[in-house]
């Protein structure tokens, strides 16, 4: 197949708003036709003005005459997906997925796409705490790691999904699902938790609520941030990584203990946060 041929977008969010955006403007793997469908009639208006695809479709049995399904909607909804239309889907299509949890996409694929469909699992690193086809930008996946998790070895999908990510304008980083996983419970996941904690932290309503307000700094807000995200699309892929992030959860605990033991060490702290400021700028620089 030349090209990318008839490619469409299963959910008009954020990413699945960007990556049509990016489809539509990529001139490395023209699509021959750009689709969208979203079970939210407004929410697909809305990407298709954004730009998110060259039309829309009325019914969701529609997206199965694509030559390539990018199911840009949370892993639990990926997964129902795979569930209830991956029977149907006809041979020789890409089925890729964005979700920010890979076991459970990868085993539902396994289980439910039939002989001769390309499945393979898919995560660009990208987005902010935006919600909706509004927050799309094509911009944040030029150089974003996109991270494909093959089920199995699979040089012709793998192939096909490798020119989608070029198309997008990422850099592919091939990965097993399962260390995927392991790593975003700490990159990616954990991070929400914590952001969520802080907030929860400070006192809801009452005499003090403006006084709170006033003193909150500038390390509470960066620190709290992902807080502000789509609850469900968090929560969804959260419990889908549930293993790996119960683990993550117990190693943080396990230095906050540390911390507590060493608070009243200006000294102690000093080193601990030495070699942590040492260990992000290794790891991300001045970012």
């Known amino acids: 197949m030349n090209g990318l041929g008839v490619v469409c977008v299963v959910g008009a969010g954020q990413i699945g708003t960007s990556i049509g955006m990016a489809l539509k403007g990529s001139a490395t793997a023209m699509a021959d ?7 939210d009639q407004g929410r697909r208006a ?31 909804e990926v997964v129902g997906w795979l569930r209830t239309w991956g029977g149907q889907v006809s041979p020789d299509t890409l089925v890729v997925d964005t979700g920010s949890a890979k076991q459970a996409v990868v085993a539902a694929m396994r289980s439910h796409l039939g002989p001769g469909v390309h499945g393979i699992g898919g995560h660009p690193l990208c987005g902010n705490e935006g ?42 980083v091939v990965l097993d699902a399962g260390r995927h996983d392991e790593i975003l419970a700490v990159s990616s996941h954990l991070p929400h938790l914590v952001a969520a904690a802080l907030v929860e932290l400070v006192p809801e309503g009452g005499a003090e609520r403006e006084l709170w307000r006033r003193l909150l700094g500038p ?52 080193s601990r946060l030495e070699r942590a400021a040492n260990r992000r700028a290794d790891l991300v620089g001045d970012c």
Request: negative net charge; glycine residues 10%.
């Open 131 to 172: 919600r909706g086809p509004e927050a799309g930008d094509p911009a944040m996946l030029k150089g974003a790691v996109f991270v494909l998790t093959p089920l199995a070895d699979d040089p012709p999908t793998l192939e096909r999904a490798l020119a989608l990510v070029g198309a997008l304008g990422s850099q592919p």
């Open 219 to 270: 390390g509470f807000r960066s620190a709290t941030r992902l807080a502000a995200s789509d609850p469900e699309m968090v929560a969804s892929f959260l419990a889908a990584n549930s293993g790996p992030l119960r683990h993550a959860l117990g190693e943080f605990e396990h230095g906050l203990r540390e911390f507590e033991a060493e608070v009243t060490s200006p000294s102690s702290l000093a």
């Open 33 to 39: 036709e750009l689709l969208l469908w979203d079970v």
């Open 46 to 76: 809305r990407g298709l003005v954004r730009g998110g695809a060259d039309r829309s479709l009325l019914d969701p049995e529609e997206v199965l005459a694509a030559d390539v399904i990018v199911l840009a909607i949370p892993v639990s």
